[in-house]
């Protein structure tokens, strides 16, 4: 018998969101238990990312929340893919939560845009990860398979 | 050897039963039955294909004399082997389900109970599914005895109201005076309306949005309420399930990533219980 936490846990993960987001934070879609969008906005003056929205596409699979899930940036005409020395400019993020090793099954798709949010407002430096240009031109990988190298957890 | 070919029979209908062709793994499951009737296993395969083509009551037998043949094993056994009834946590899991949809309630949640205590014991992986058989258990039999309750109030509300007609007819009757008559009539009136409207305001009470439920009966990973809540080596509490299955994945504390085994993991006994007493009061939180 397999477990079958996801559909459940996402249900009423969606249930409480629409109750209610921290600010910054807006569901777009939520069709299906496979795949969300969510809007986020940084909420202080960081010059880096001022009147921007950025749109995040979750995927879930069906061991959700034992297994962390797949959160990347998406680009479209008016929400670009934010400048961190984290986040390629294909919209893949290098954090530690979103990692098999990192990620905790406490952890939610509200926490997971928070966290973002302030990896976000942390953040003074104009640049993308070393190497962004060749990473994003070979990448076929999906972000779960991709052994990050944290190279610098002070950012 | 017959054993042998019984064997072969159940591989088949296992084959049959995992193509969804529910039917002919029965009828390959009765075969194997008629040529080994005495082992235990078998009705178990044949309950679980019978429960797909919904035949409870035929789910009912197997897993009871499923679970009769096992009980007459395990005594004559020697000592040291396996516990009674560790394999067939299967069977009561089975006679939880097919009670449920004959509204059995209370067998349903007690055979869950016990399937979840065996699967909990021996940490089986079937303990999520378990779990949430026991849930959907404890729902549906709150349900129902809400609407029993809800239909006897109706009920009282009725016999009220005649109560209170017959007595004003009473008064009526003994009464050849018009004014004092209508006098009596306004007051009976008046009276019903009131008891009318008291019904009503509880039955409304009882329809408006319910709350969530509170946090310390919610399960952190799942979001369910708790039916085996387990403390971890912080006095954190999660669904035994559910921290079972992140530890098997990562052993490590949700919270501070400390490390943390399914050996460290203690039972929360006052705090099951409060759960268990929230869900016979609120049924409903069961899909919050």
């Known amino acids: 018998m397999p477990v079958q936490f996801a559909a459940k846990r996402l249900g009423k993960e969606l249930n409480k969101i629409q109750n209610g987001l921290p600010p910054g934070i807006e569901l777009v879609s939520a069709d299906n238990l496979e795949e969300w969008l969510l809007d986020i906005r940084v909420l202080d003056n960081n010059p880096l990312y001022l009147n921007e929205t950025y749109r995040l596409k979750f995927r879930f699979s069906q061991s959700y929340p034992i297994e962390p899930p797949e959160v990347v940036f998406v680009k479209q005409a008016d929400r670009p893919i934010p400048i961190h020395p984290h986040i390629y400019s294909n919209g893949i993020i290098c954090l530690d939560l979103l990692g098999q090793q990192g990620w905790s099954p406490v952890q939610s798709v509200e926490s997971v845009c928070m966290s973002l949010q302030s990896m976000l407002t942390g953040n003074t430096k104009n640049e993308r990860p070393p190497g962004d240009e060749e990473f994003v031109r070979g990448n076929k990988q999906r972000p779960k398979d991709i052994e990050f190298y944290y190279h610098d957890n002070t950012v | ?288």
């Open chain 2, 1 to 288: 050897m017959s054993g042998q070919s019984s064997i072969a029979l159940k591989e088949e209908g296992n084959r049959h039963f995992q193509k969804g062709d529910y039917v002919a793994a029965e009828a390959l499951y009765t075969k194997a039955i008629l040529s080994d009737p005495t082992n235990p296993l078998l009705y178990t395969n044949r309950a679980m294909a019978r429960l797909k083509m919904s035949r409870w009551d035929s789910v009912i037998e197997d897993c009871e004399e499923c679970l009769r043949l096992s009980s007459l094993s395990s005594s004559s056994s020697t000592p040291g082997s396996k516990a009674p009834g560790s394999k067939n946590f299967k069977a009561l899991y089975y006679l939880s389900q097919a009670h449920l949809p004959l509204k059995n309630y209370d067998q349903a949640v007690s055979y869950a109970l016990e399937a979840h205590k065996i699967c909990a014991e021996t940490h089986d992986k079937s303990l999520a599914a378990v779990t949430s058989q026991v849930l959907k258990c404890k729902k549906e039999r709150w349900e129902h005895r809400e609407k029993l309750r809800r239909r006897e109030e109706q009920e009282l509300e009725g016999e009220v109201v005649e109560i209170l007609r017959g007595e004003m007819e009473g008064l009526l009757k003994g009464s050849d005076d018009e004014a004092e008559k209508k006098e009596t009539e306004k007051m009976y009136e008046d009276k019903i309306e009131r008891i009318r409207a008291a019904f009503e305001r509880a039955r409304e009470k009882e329809n408006q949005r319910r709350p969530n439920p509170p946090d310390w009966a919610i399960d952190d990973i799942s979001f369910q309420v708790m039916v085996d809540p387990v403390m971890t080596k912080t006095g954190k509490s999660y669904e035994r399930a559910s921290i079972e299955e992140h530890l098997r994945r990562s052993e490590t504390d949700p919270l501070t990533r400390a490390p943390l085994t399914i050996k460290d993991l203690m039972p929360n006994i006052d705090l099951k219980h409060a759960c268990e007493e929230f869900l016979n009061e609120n049924g409903w939180a069961v899909d919050w």
